[in-house]
């Protein structure tokens, strides 16, 4: 499934606006101006306006936004005032920082089950979440109501894993591996690729050592 | 250190080019044509041909472009064909897990030491990466030439941590933790936030969710 998302790049940033905002919730002021946000995030004031804006709240000239209205627009734009039950793929090193992440809670996302086929993993548990067996995930997915799989298995059993899960009922996946999987039409992947922020860190570092030479 | 990096949206899209181009590299064919990147990655051949001109290299008519000159291209401006030296600061579950991601390797980041305050895993290797206690930072950072640090600690730990690898003469930070990290002007910090990522999935399920009702 293709839906475009012509926001994407201000969708990125949300989540580091609602940081900021919910800690400066704390100061107790009810109003927060967009200069200061762009201070905070090293961005123009202008692109602060834009990328709000695209919640639907519009701030008041001297005032700023509304701190509480604010806040619960984000929430409900990026739809992370609902619980979202996800299951973890994959239940490695990168599988067990996923179900630890505390971050995760604050936006709704409750990673409720994880799957390995490594049988000493099985019957265990990380942070409180059980392993099942892969040969499990359709009961379980079914059982949990779960609707997002996080896939963090090595990438040759990239597209195996992701055919199970597909074939279990999932239609939404975050992909941690490096594989572009195949998928029918309705199936929704956000791969999540590690070396785009070294990319962009690579680069600076690159040019900085430029403007020293 | 603001560097500004106008072409931030298209860099962060190179890491996906360079797997591909890669992966295609393998039929043996020399030249690669941009519409079938374009098709690969869902994106629209106009869009190919821009962020692939911040490399500095063209296509040529009809045949497009030559893969090798490509592949080192993409790999030069991204400053991926020189080692750097890494360090993980915080060796749980997300620094273990980096530590042993294969990727990283392609791209000539080289994780050579960790380091980590729980004396418990002082001394113990991961991935065939020594963990070193947090009071060794400075020297061990000296004698391996280390000049990245990525920060995996927990978030309560991340300034002080920040703190103690600036000290440690580290210029270049990719910071996995939530926080906004004070450092001096000449310190470089790139932040992950696997929260963006979720945004973006997000927001696409609940606009098919409504499409779908």
């Known amino acids: 499934m293709k839906t475009k998302l012509s926001y994407a790049p201000s969708i990125r940033r949300l989540p580091s606006y609602l940081h900021i905002i919910r800690a400066f919730q704390r100061t107790g002021d009810p109003y927060i101006s967009g200069t200061w946000i762009a201070n905070e995030l090293n961005l123009e004031p202008i692109q602060v306006r834009k990328d709000l804006a695209i919640t639907g709240i519009a701030g008041k000239p001297k005032k700023g936004y509304p701190v509480e209205q604010l806040i619960a627009a984000i929430e409900h734009y990026l739809a992370w005032d609902v619980e979202q039950r996800a299951a973890i793929v994959g239940a490695g090193n990168l599988g ?5 992440y505390q971050e995760f809670r604050n936006h709704g996302l409750h990673i409720v089950a994880a799957f390995d086929n490594d049988l000493s993993k099985v ?20 059982k ?20 199970a899960i597909v074939a279990a009922g999932i239609r939404a996946i975050w992909n941690f591996t490096n594989v572009k999987l195949k998928v029918p039409e309705d199936v929704l992947v956000q791969r999540e690729d590690l070396s785009s922020g070294y990319a962009i860190l690579s680069v600076m570092m690159r040019m900085r050592s430029k403007e020293v030479s």
Request: aromatic share 4%; glycine share 6%; net charge negative.
């Open 123 to 142: 019957g265990r548990s990380i942070h409180q979440v059980q392993v099942y067996g892969m040969e499990e995930l359709k009961a379980v997915i079914e």
């Open 96 to 100: 067990s920082a996923l179900i630890g």
């Open 144 to 163: 949990m109501n779960i609707t997002l799989a996080i896939l963090t298995v090595p990438s040759p059993y990239a597209q195996s894993s992701c055919d």
